[in-house]
């Protein structure tokens, strides 16, 4: 099977580095392009509602969606430039591996299913959070919903 296009969903977490790595190494090696999805976790009504109970609650729920969009479309590009300065040797095109950036607001496990068929990935990546020899039996709720209903290759990096 040929990948053309991939989806890397990135949870933007302090790890997110080196499993963003492994996803650009793991693309450039396949000859494909990556489109990288951070997915905002829409804020439940019983959030907004408490949140909206604190001096400046009501402000908070209005900025979320366009400070958090802001914060993951920031560290993304950070996260793609340390990248390609570190690889420019081994990866000369390196930029170009990367051939998008979608930050969108929703459920993470439903809106990364709707983006890889939105952005016709033939495939996606994504990593787990592993944080002993029990927990590494069991995957991240996400991945594991994802995996349960995706209709594509799915590639998961465990954490380390």
Avoid: W
């Amino acid at each position: 099977m040929e990948f053309k296009k991939i989806l890397y969903a990135s949870d933007l977490s302090s790890n997110c580095l080196e499993r963003f790595n492994k996803a650009l190494e793991f693309a450039a090696k396949l000859g494909a392009k990556v489109v990288i999805l951070h997915v905002l976790e829409q804020l439940s009504g019983s959030s907004v509602t408490a949140m909206q109970l604190f001096p400046q609650g009501e402000e908070f729920t209005k900025n979320y969606e366009a400070e958090g969009m802001k914060f993951a479309n920031k560290k993304i590009s950070e996260s793609v430039q340390t990248f390609c300065d570190r690889n420019a040797d081994k990866y000369p095109d390196c930029k170009n591996i990367v051939c998008g950036v979608e930050v969108v607001v929703g459920y993470p496990a439903e809106e990364i299913l709707k983006q890889i068929d939105e952005l016709n990935c033939d495939a996606v990546i994504m990593g787990t959070h592993s944080k002993g020899a029990i927990t590494q039996t069991f995957l991240g709720s996400t991945v594991e919903r994802v995996l349960r209903r995706v209709r594509k290759p799915a590639f998961v990096f465990p954490e380390g």
